[in-house]
């Protein structure tokens, strides 16, 4: 298995501690695991078609900027998305299902590591847990789509340029 | 048109038709919200959503994607600046750990 799927069989354990783990650190880090692991799937298949060196493609993961693929995935959850080809190819609705769960876990894993005023339940985190499940399934059936490999750029260089 | 104050009108007439939403689902058992920016400093809408025991642990994504895609519509939050964020638990786990502002 690689990182991705590594992290999202991590945040499931997380998601549910022992009576005597400490709870809020364990949900904390669950969401957080999550969040990574859909974000290093989406990555990882961004950069597999980089057609480089294994090290070249290494240094192409650091180019992925969270805020800049935040903004894509809003726009592709509410439907302003223009990809980069003319026209745009239809959209699934896996497609919108898989951003709009990174953007719930983006920012769920923003307060988790940051707002410590915030207290999580585990049903809660069990059902981010299992949205990211299925964002993996989903992307699984639409990988080979055309909107998915503009997605995947998008992800990276952002808006497409007027 | 983007929606950029929030007036003590919009927002009664807001309130009162999350409140009107809320009532199409019995799973709802109360809503709380607040505007405010994310992280990445976007106008965003918070919303808490206390949801019954009576929907099983398996239950709480397909119940609360049908309770968020009922509010953004029927509130057209798309076309405002707002961006909505939904989190969802349910009452039991919310009188265990009793977060003030889901209560």
């Known amino acids: 298995m690689g990182i991705a799927e590594d992290l999202l069989t991590l945040a499931g354990r997380l998601a549910t501690p022992a009576a005597t783990d400490p709870e809020q650190a364990w949900l904390r880090r669950s969401i957080s695991t999550a969040y990574y692991a859909l974000f290093h799937l989406l990555v990882g298949e961004a950069v597999q078609c980089w057609n480089g060196s294994p090290a070249s493609r290494v240094g192409l993961e650091r180019a992925f900027e969270h805020k800049r693929m935040m903004e894509v995935n809003r726009a592709v959850s509410n439907g302003t998305w223009k990809g980069w080809g003319t026209p745009l190819p239809p959209v699934p609705g896996e497609l919108r299902s898989v951003a709009q769960t990174f953007i719930d876990l983006q920012d769920a894993r923003h307060q988790a590591d940051y707002d410590n005023a915030r207290i999580w339940a585990s049903d809660q985190c069990l059902e981010l847990f299992a949205d990211v499940r299925t964002a993996f399934e989903n992307w699984q059936k639409i990988r080979t789509d055309p909107a998915a490999n503009e997605y995947l750029l998008s992800l990276l260089m952002g808006k497409r340029r007027e | ?103």
């Not at chain 2, 809503?31 to 106008?43: C, I, K, L, S």
């Not at chain 2, 309770?67 to 969802?88: A, C, K, M, V, W």
């Open chain 2, 1 to 103: 048109m983007p929606i950029t104050k929030l007036s003590p009108a919009y927002l009664k007439e807001f309130d009162e038709k999350v409140q009107q939403a809320a009532k199409k689902f019995p799973e709802i058992v109360r809503v709380r919200y607040n505007f405010d920016e994310d992280w990445t400093g976007e106008p965003a809408i918070y919303f808490r959503i206390v949801l019954s025991d009576a929907v099983g642990l398996d239950e709480i994504g397909e119940v609360g994607r049908r309770i968020r895609n009922s509010i953004t519509d029927d509130l057209q939050i798309y076309e405002t600046e707002y961006f909505p964020f939904f989190y969802f638990r349910r009452k039991s786990s919310q009188d265990r750990v009793k977060e003030p502002s889901w209560e």
